[in-house]
DNA sequence: GCCAACGTTGGC
DNA sequence: GCCAACGTTGGC
């Protein structure tokens, strides 16, 4: 099982856009280095759901329900899309600020590499994400 | 609204 | 193949 973090402008598609709809198709990937963290996500594997530009916090849990296949939207290139679905909705919000306050989550991606829309999380970060969002998952 | 970081493009 | 110019992302 690995970990993602994905990001998405909650004004464009939001956590609670993601819950509404009970899945959705993550396309429009245009990096490749985003890509090819998609591809190499599993059935199965837990995303956490970032808002950036506005909220700048991770809201949620979600998970993969399809693996890696051609982004429809792509009129040329070589590009994917994956599926997810959500898991669970935080109860407390973790914002980017208190991440990089937190020394064991200061070296993510998130923070390293702010532009990355698609980047691995390590479990021990993951969980300590959870911790700090007072959220378990659903059994 | 600004700007730093990063990626891409295109001239040479 | 280098690198300057440009475009985009995203935090501040």
Redesign the pocket.
Request: charged share 40%.
């Given at each position: 099982m690995n970990y993602w973090l994905m990001?998405s402008?909650p004004y464009v598609y939001s956590f609670d856009d993601l819950v509404r709809d009970g899945k959705t198709m993550w396309d429009g990937v245009?990096?490749?280095?985003a890509r090819n963290n998609m591809r190499a996500m599993k059935k199965g594997d837990l995303v956490l759901y970032?808002h950036?530009?506005?909220g700048?916090e991770i809201v949620g849990v979600a998970r993969v329900v399809r693996e890696a296949y051609p982004d429809p939207t792509a009129e040329k290139g070589d590009w994917s899309a994956v599926d997810i679905e959500p898991v669970v909705k935080l109860n407390k919000p973790v914002p980017?600020?208190l991440i990089?306050q937190t020394p064991e989550l200061s070296r993510m991606q998130?923070v390293?590499?702010?532009?990355?829309?698609v980047s691995p999380v390590t479990p021990e970060e993951f969980a300590r994400i959870l911790e700090l969002g007072e959220t378990t998952l659903p059994a």
């Open positions: 990001k402008e245009r990096n490749y280095q970032y950036s530009n506005k700048l980017l600020k990089k998130l390293r590499n702010s532009r990355l829309s």
